[in-house]
């Protein structure tokens, strides 16, 4: 009887003879750093030293392979011999894995069937690790097309002729094989799969291009909407706050009519997201859609096959979403200033016609009745509500001004850096020489002196940080989607475009974004910087405060991800967000 075998079969063999006559009998593995006692058997040198410094009580010594005694306990010393045996069995020895539920399985394996890692375009079938060797060591191979393992392998096998699909057909659009060429097919325009993939290839990137640019499209538009209506709302519960302000200056009389201009107001704004929220689900729909299609031109793209690639080019090549959603128009601005304006006057007629009223009654009465205004006239000022028109606040000019837009915050502890400190109930960072070790936090700064805060900027936003320390500090405004792990320019605030930030000490003062930095020639007096971040219309302030407002630098650009406050503290420093609420 005669057995054959290949060369990496031949090499498993013997790498499985060479582990049972070398394995440490302690770990039943090859050893690592290998010794030899005086008995002769080997050892891993950290198996022997555990096994006995368990025997250190008895001051007898044993071989735990052939129990011989040894007094005292032997000195030991790395077998380089052994060593040097090892690593190059190591070397040798194929890695092979089981194949699982969703892997390709080798055709070659017999018994344990073990995961495919190339399939052969020419055996059509499937190889893993061990099985493939001859196709990388044997010159008869040397020809064989090798692609990623995959189950679709006979989808290359022409029906008709039982060849395999290597041509394709322009005229018919189909993959065929060189018979189909003299047959079916003879006389068409026909050119090779993989010229014909090259081709079409290039037709996908620009189906994917204009599809990646629709979807940037629709998700613009849906944040410009998300944002207008979060300011209406915003909006409109300040109107219903002024009104109710005013109608509770009112005599009783009136109170009902105070419930009916809240109850139009309301109204309204179910009105607004009424109409908005079909045209926001239907962008969600059309970006889902499209994202999908993306996911799937994306895999054909990588795709190494060439008759697979061309199959599934058919049914993806159609243009990327639906007909275009019809420009959404959406007021810029909104404001009830008109209708609280108009109950204003209101009051003001009404507390007219009480003093009028009120001279007329003889000053011996006891009981006085106040008569409400004539109905039409109120129903008419509070039909004003149907005609609101937005009228954007004027721009702050004085501290008084800006505070009018105070919003507080509070440092986010799962954001902080181990070498930072948090106190005064998260609104002071203080710079340690020492790790402080916080739990880990996906969300944590693990390499940069940074924290951020737990509470987004909306709208129009303005808060003061007081400063300290020689080293420096730096206050910013950045977008969650800033990175937190390592060093790099993606986590450093002002050296990506994620990121602004202003950066203080006693020397100098200067301004980052996007690693570009411009230095402020003003040197403040005062230790206390205020922030000014109007969203909406895409701007950063920092001024000095102190008895006046002195501008240090202003940005102006287009915010896309909701900002967060943020700061890198230097060594010994100290930043403190200021409470302005107390």
């Given at each position: 009887?005669?057995?054959?075998?290949?060369?990496?079969?031949?090499a498993?063999?013997?790498i499985?003879?060479?582990?049972?006559?070398?394995?440490c009998?302690?770990?039943?593995?090859?050893?690592?750093?290998?010794?030899?006692?005086?008995?002769?058997?080997?050892f891993?040198?950290?198996?022997?030293?555990?096994s006995?410094?368990?025997?250190d009580?008895?001051?007898?010594?044993?071989c735990?392979?052939?129990?011989?005694?040894f007094?005292?306990?032997?000195?030991i010393?790395?077998?380089?011999?052994?060593?040097d045996?090892v690593?190059?069995?190591?070397?040798?020895?194929?890695q092979?894995?089981?194949?699982g539920?969703?892997?390709?399985?080798c055709d070659?394996?017999?018994?344990?069937k073990?995961?495919?890692?190339?399939?052969?375009?020419?055996c059509?079938?499937?190889?893993?690790?061990?099985?493939?060797?001859p196709?990388?060591?044997?010159?008869?191979?040397?020809?064989?097309k090798?692609?990623?393992?995959?189950?679709?392998?006979?989808?290359?096998?022409?029906?008709?002729?039982?060849?395999?699909?290597?041509?394709?057909?322009?005229?018919?659009?189909?993959?065929?094989c060189m018979?189909?060429?003299?047959d079916?097919?003879k006389?068409h325009d026909?050119?090779?799969?993989?010229?014909?993939?090259?081709e079409?290839?290039?037709?996908?990137?620009?189906?994917?291009?204009?599809?990646?640019?629709?979807?940037?499209?629709?998700?613009?538009?849906?944040?410009?909407?998300?944002?207008?209506l979060?300011?209406?709302?915003?909006?409109a519960?300040?109107?219903?706050?002024?009104?109710e302000?005013?109608?509770?200056?009112?005599?009783?009389?009136?109170?009902?009519r105070?419930?009916?201009?809240k109850?139009?107001i309301?109204?309204?704004?179910?009105?607004?997201?009424?109409?908005?929220?079909?045209?926001?689900?239907?962008?969600e729909?059309?970006?889902?859609?499209?994202?999908?299609?993306?996911?799937e031109?994306?895999?054909?793209?990588?795709?190494?096959?060439?008759i697979?690639?061309?199959?599934?080019?058919?049914?993806?090549?159609?243009?990327a979403?639906?007909?275009?959603?019809?420009?959404?128009?959406?007021?810029?601005?909104l404001?009830?200033?008109?209708?609280t304006?108009?109950?204003?006057?209101?009051?003001?007629?009404?507390?007219?016609?009480?003093?009028?009223e009120?001279?007329?009654?003889?000053s011996?009465?006891?009981k006085?009745?106040?008569?409400?205004?004539?109905?039409?006239?109120?129903?008419?000022?509070?039909?004003?509500?149907?005609?609101?028109?937005?009228?954007?606040?004027?721009?702050?000019?004085?501290?008084?001004?800006?505070?009018?837009y105070?919003?507080?915050?509070?440092l986010?502890?799962?954001?902080?850096?181990?070498?930072?400190?948090?106190?005064?109930?998260?609104?002071?960072?203080?710079?340690?020489?020492t790790?402080?070790?916080?739990?880990?936090?996906?969300?944590?700064?693990?390499?940069?002196?940074?924290?951020?805060?737990?509470?987004?900027?909306?709208?129009?936003?303005?808060?003061e940080?007081?400063w300290?320390?020689?080293d420096?500090?730096?206050?910013?405004?950045?977008y969650?989607?800033?990175?937190?792990?390592g060093?790099?320019?993606?986590?450093?605030?002002?050296?990506?475009?994620?990121?602004?930030t202003?950066?203080?000490?006693?020397?100098r003062?200067?301004?980052?974004?996007?690693?570009?930095?411009?230095e402020?020639?003003?040197?403040?007096?005062?230790?206390?910087?205020?922030?000014?971040?109007?969203?909406?219309?895409?701007?950063?302030?920092?001024?000095?405060?102190?008895d006046?407002?002195?501008?240090?630098?202003?940005?102006?650009?287009?915010?896309?991800?909701?900002?967060?406050?943020?700061?890198?503290?230097g060594?010994?420093?100290?930043?403190?967000?200021s409470?302005?609420?107390?």
């Open positions: 009887m005669v057995f054959l075998f290949t060369c990496s079969e031949m498993e063999a013997i499985s003879i060479a582990q049972d006559e070398f394995s009998p302690v770990c039943l593995e090859l050893p690592k750093d290998p010794v030899t006692v005086l008995c002769g058997h080997n891993c040198m950290v198996c022997i030293n555990d006995w410094d368990q025997e009580d008895k001051e007898t010594y044993s735990p392979k052939c129990r011989q005694t007094t005292p306990r032997p000195v010393s790395k077998n380089t011999v052994l060593a045996i690593e190059k069995l190591m070397k040798t020895k194929i092979v894995t089981p194949a539920p969703e892997d390709v399985e070659s394996c017999t018994g344990k073990y995961k495919a890692v190339k399939s052969c375009l020419v059509l079938v499937s190889f893993c690790e061990t099985h493939l060797q196709h990388y060591e044997s010159p008869a191979y040397k020809k064989h090798l692609v990623k393992a995959s189950r679709r392998l006979q989808e290359q096998i022409c029906s008709q002729h039982d060849k395999l699909l290597e041509v394709y057909c322009r005229t018919d659009q189909q993959c065929i018979l189909c060429t003299m079916d097919h006389g026909t050119i090779s799969a993989a010229a014909e993939r090259t079409k290839q290039k037709q996908l990137v620009d189906i994917q291009r204009k599809c990646l640019q629709k979807i940037q499209n629709k998700e613009k538009e849906l944040h410009k909407l998300r944002i207008v979060k300011s209406y709302k915003c909006f519960q300040k109107a219903v706050e002024n009104i302000r005013i109608c509770t200056e009112l005599i009783n009389s009136i109170k009902r105070c419930s009916e201009v109850e139009l309301r109204d309204q704004e179910k009105a607004a997201w009424s109409q908005a929220e079909d045209v926001m689900e239907q962008l729909q059309e970006i889902v859609d499209l994202k999908k299609k993306d996911a031109l994306e895999e054909l793209l990588h795709t190494e096959d060439p697979h690639f061309l199959q599934g080019f058919q049914s993806l090549s159609a243009p979403g639906s007909e275009e959603s019809p420009t959404i128009k959406i007021s810029p601005f404001s009830f200033d008109d209708v304006k108009s109950v204003s006057q209101l009051r003001e007629k009404v507390e007219e016609f009480w003093k009028d009120i001279r007329k009654i003889p011996k009465v006891k006085v009745q106040i008569i409400r205004p004539p109905e039409p006239q109120i129903r008419e000022d509070f039909l004003l509500l149907k005609k609101v028109q937005i009228i954007p606040p004027p721009k702050p000019q004085t501290r008084e001004d800006f505070l009018q105070f919003c507080p915050f509070t986010d502890p799962n954001t902080v850096n181990d070498c930072l400190c948090l106190s005064e109930e998260n609104k002071v960072a203080t710079r340690s020489e790790e402080l070790w916080h739990p880990d936090h996906p969300d944590r700064f693990d390499y940069c002196f940074q924290v951020l805060c737990r509470e987004s900027v909306s709208g129009r936003c303005y808060w940080v007081e300290s320390g020689d420096g500090v730096e206050i910013a405004v950045a969650k989607s800033i990175s937190r792990k060093f790099g320019n993606g986590c450093v605030i002002g050296w990506n475009d994620q990121s602004w202003l950066f203080c000490s006693p020397s003062f200067s301004f980052l974004h996007n690693n570009e930095e411009t402020i020639p003003i040197m403040p007096s005062s230790s206390r910087i205020g922030v000014y971040v109007d969203y909406r219309a895409g701007t950063l302030s920092y001024y000095s405060v102190s006046t407002m002195k501008l240090l630098h202003r940005v102006q650009t287009t915010f896309t991800q909701p900002l967060y406050p943020g700061f890198w503290v060594l010994g420093s100290k930043v403190k967000l409470d302005l609420t107390n």
